[in-house]
């Protein structure tokens, strides 16, 4: 067993989890966690859209390096306070009023260093609308303090 359920991930993505009030606006829903990836869905809504209803690039860097986070901490097995050392996504091509899935993996985890990739869809299509890679500072424990440890498992 993995160390997230989705109902832990799914804590960590809503309001009262772990990260910044202004991502659990994004409404993120969970949706899947195993070893190699973690899927999450963000909701489309007309916040997140250009006028037209395409979803803008800034939302779907967000949903990429929140859930980066979320795999890396499954891969680690453990909540890890994480800073972003770069950030890149190409986008593709547009989404236009629809929900965003993005699919998250580990690629490479180290004691200090997170490197990971997430490949974004557009609800319903298998072809990939943007690609972000990612590579993360994993602190030392007790900097930062992204997590807290003791909600890991629901516990408050």
Partial sequence: MGFFTLETMQAQLSPGGNF??????????AEAVGADE???RLP?????ARPGGVV???AMMALSD?????AFC?????FATMA???LTTNFLRPAVRQDIIGVARAVKVGRTTAFGEVDIFADGSPDRIAQTIG????LPEGVGGVFKPADARGSR
């Fill in 66 to 70: 929140s859930i980066l986070v979320l």
């Fill in 84 to 86: 972003t050392i770069s």
């Fill in 44 to 48: 489309y809504n007309e916040r997140i």
């Fill in 38 to 40: 973690v899927r999450v």
């Fill in 135 to 138: 590579s993360f500072a994993v």
């Fill in 56 to 58: 803008i690039g800034q």
């Fill in 74 to 78: 499954e891969r680690l097995g453990r």
């Fill in 20 to 29: 910044s009030p202004w991502v659990w606006d994004l409404g993120l829903k």
